[in-house]
């Protein structure tokens, strides 16, 4: 079986994570501080705090901002539960939008969905495609927007305006006008969960960007604090000499990353742009190349003038079929030992939030993108003779459905 997305495992990483299993340092330490500083200079923003997940990350930011009950959130109706789940930590209100036919949200339908409550925008980078930033952060600036918008606490005060939080979970070392995932708004979270193009097994980075007044090192300062249950020193500053007394400033959290974890990230970071997303760009061009030739592939956008993607997901859709054959293309390609996935199944549709109210009637191409969908597999050490199965698999099982 060609499985879907089996992490980058080389003697490098395994010798990397040995090291500091036998350094007597494992958790939050010196190469969790080494990777924060590689990222934001591979980004390109202003400060990176690395923690033990994604969701973890978009949750703290949340919780900093201030949102809770009678708040409100608008992220797109098509993306992982994470999303959707953290807002609902915080006692306020996920809104769904549509999103457009490259999967992404629609600033349109943002637009629409902003109502005095709304304190942050959560777009997704799905499949690793940026957003239309420009769009979006000229919205949260427009006059009449930002007149409407009322703050509540200190940093709602000082931003004056809607919070832009991306979900970049998919999307590192993707390009929006030549500006780096990370860079682009307020706040960017990535995901460094098992699955994804850069893996720490689970892990997750908090990239900071605020404009003035905020100052984002003092702010890399206080959220380490908030991230670490309040204590005003980490466990490696607490073990110095002289240095064991600390204080607790607030109730803070456990979102801390591990010397283990970050050790894997160091190794990957610093061959990511000239090794990882190579190898991830040839396999999306092959996938192109050959879907291309067929009527019924209708093969995404990865690549335009202004954006560039990071080649996390491959999302395959099937012209003119329903849900249920394009289920049925899936247990033929299954059938043929490929791995595929489908990305996503739009949040209204799961039972937790439809029995919330939600529902995916209101967000109709969120259903066609999921109904028409395949994601394939893209992983590094997948080889051409694997890629040539997976374009037969594919086609053979779409011939087959056709044929019943
Ligand atoms: C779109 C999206 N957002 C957030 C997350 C959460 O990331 P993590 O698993 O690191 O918490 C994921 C993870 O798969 C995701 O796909």
């Known amino acids: 079986m060609i499985p879907f997305s089996p992490p980058r495992v080389d003697q490098k990483i395994i010798d ?32 990176t705090l690395c923690v033990n997940s994604g969701s973890g990350g978009l ?19 098509y993306t992982y539960t994470a999303t959707a789940n953290v807002i609902m930590h915080t006692g306020a209100k996920p809104i769904f939008v549509d999103v457009k036919d490259d999967f992404n949200i629609d600033v349109d339908e943002i637009r629409a969905a902003i109502t005095p409550n709304t ?8 499949g690793g495609f940026p ?39 998919h999307s590192l070392g993707a390009e929006y006008k030549g500006a780096k995932s990370g860079s682009l708004t307020d706040v960017t979270v990535f995901s460094f969960h098992a699955v994804k193009n850069l893996t720490t097994s689970e892990g997750g980075a908090i990239c900071l960007n605020l404009p003035k007044p905020f100052v984002n090192d003092e702010l890399y300062k206080s959220l380490n604090i908030k991230s670490l249950h309040g204590q005003s020193k980490d466990a490696l500053a ?11 400033l607030e109730a803070g959290y456990k979102y801390n990353m591990t010397d283990i974890a970050a050790a894997m990230g160091l190794v990957e970071i610093q061959r990511y742009e000239s090794d990882m997303l190579v190898k991830r760009k040839y396999i ?17 956008t990865y690549e335009t003038e202004d954006k560039k993607s990071s080649y996390h997901v491959f ?9 249920v054959r394009r289920d049925q293309v899936i247990d033929g390609i299954f059938k043929r030992e490929v791995s595929v996935n489908v990305h996503f199944i739009p949040l209204p549709m799961m039972s937790f939030y439809s029995k919330l109210g939600y529902s995916i009637g209101d967000t ?17 050490d997948l080889t051409d003779k694997q890629i040539d199965t997976v374009i037969k698999a594919v086609v053979d099982s779409v011939m087959e459905m056709h044929e019943k």
């Open 16 to 47: 990397e994570v040995v090291d500091t299993l036998k350094s007597g340092w494992i958790t939050t330490g010196p190469k969790t501080k080494k990777l924060e500083v590689l990222l934001s200079d591979y980004c390109g923003h202003k400060s």
């Open 59 to 77: 949750e703290l930011m949340l919780m900093w901002y201030g949102v809770g009950p009678g708040d409100e959130v608008i992220i797109p109706a």
């Open 119 to 126: 304190k942050v925008i959560m777009p997704v980078d799905i």
């Open 131 to 169: 957003c239309d930033y420009d769009e979006i952060n000229a919205l949260v600036r427009d006059k009449d927007i930002q007149a409407m918008f009322e703050p509540k606490g200190k940093e709602q005060n000082a931003l004056g305006r809607i919070l832009i939080l991306s979900d970049a979970a």
């Open 238 to 248: 607490k073990s110095q000499i002289g240095n064991w007394r600390y204080d607790v």
């Open 284 to 300: 999306f061009d092959r996938y192109a190349v050959a879907f291309s030739k067929y009527k019924w592939a209708w093969v995404p």
């Open 315 to 323: 999302m395959l859709r099937i012209h003119g079929i329903s849900e």
């Open 364 to 380: 109709p191409n969120a259903f066609i993108n999921y109904s028409h969908e395949i994601s394939l597999p893209v992983y590094y």
